[in-house]
Antibody
């Protein structure tokens, strides 16, 4: 059974940092592109970042470029999102998702909540 | 960025009746490789999204055949042939042709 389990969400002050993790199982992690999507409370879905199966290619939304870094450790079947200089508007449920290719999303995790507030 | 516009925002439907959701993109979603990367996702209350349809009209494994996708270029539609109670939720279209990936604003399907 495919599973994506996110962790690392927390309450953090504006300007702070956080690292999210997403562990995959039930599929060949190293063969899939991985993506982060966020959903602010009561709102829609916003794409954040994607990385290729090897991690060699990455894309970021303009709203997070320069502040967030996506990476992966295929030996640990784990995807990461390093979030720096956090802002109140980064408050959201962060989902990780997998896809057969870089622009694809076919399965989502349950999400981890990031709250940025003083 | 490609803007994805969904309508209606809210869709009250009688059980057993059909439903249709429109998704329009601000530019063509035909990729240079010939594919059109338009997906549909369902998000039931309190759950994470689930993909229903990929590349316009391909139904994912386990998705009931009452769901179908159609369209081309900039104009796409998700149809539910006979709405059931478990179909309640918010439906999103998403384009994967152009970076950044963008989602429609969502359509809330509810039972009348």
């Amino acid at each position: 059974e495919v599973q994506l389990v996110e962790s690392g969400g927390d309450l953090v002050q504006p300007g702070g940092s956080l690292r999210l993790s997403c562990e995959g199982s039930g599929f060949t992690f190293s063969s899939y592109a991985m993506t982060w999507v966020r959903q602010a409370p009561g709102t829609g879905l916003e794409w954040v970042s994607s990385t290729s199966d090897s991690g060699g290619t990455t894309y970021y939304a303009d709203s997070v470029k320069g502040r967030f870094t996506v990476s992966r450790d295929n030996s640990k079947n784990t995807l990461y999102l390093q979030m720096n200089s956090l802002r109140v508007e980064d408050t959201a449920l962060y989902y990780c998702a997998k896809g057969k290719w870089l622009r694809d999303i076919d399965y989502w995790g349950q999400g981890t909540l990031v709250t940025v507030s003083s | 960025d490609v803007v994805m516009t969904q309508s209606p925002l809210s869709l009250p439907v009688t059980l057993g009746q059909p439903a249709s959701i429109s998704c329009r993109s601000s530019q063509s979603l035909v990729h240079s490789d010939g594919n059109t990367y338009l997906n549909w996702f369902q998000q039931r209350p309190g759950q994470s999204p689930r993909r229903l349809i990929y590349k316009v009209s391909n139904r994912d494994s386990g998705v009931p055949d009452r769901f179908s996708g159609s369209g081309s270029g900039t104009d796409f539609t998700l149809r539910i042939s006979r709405v059931e109670a478990e179909d309640v939720g918010v439906y999103y279209c998403m384009q994967g042709t152009h970076w950044p990936l963008t989602f429609g604003g969502g359509t809330k399907v509810e039972i009348k």
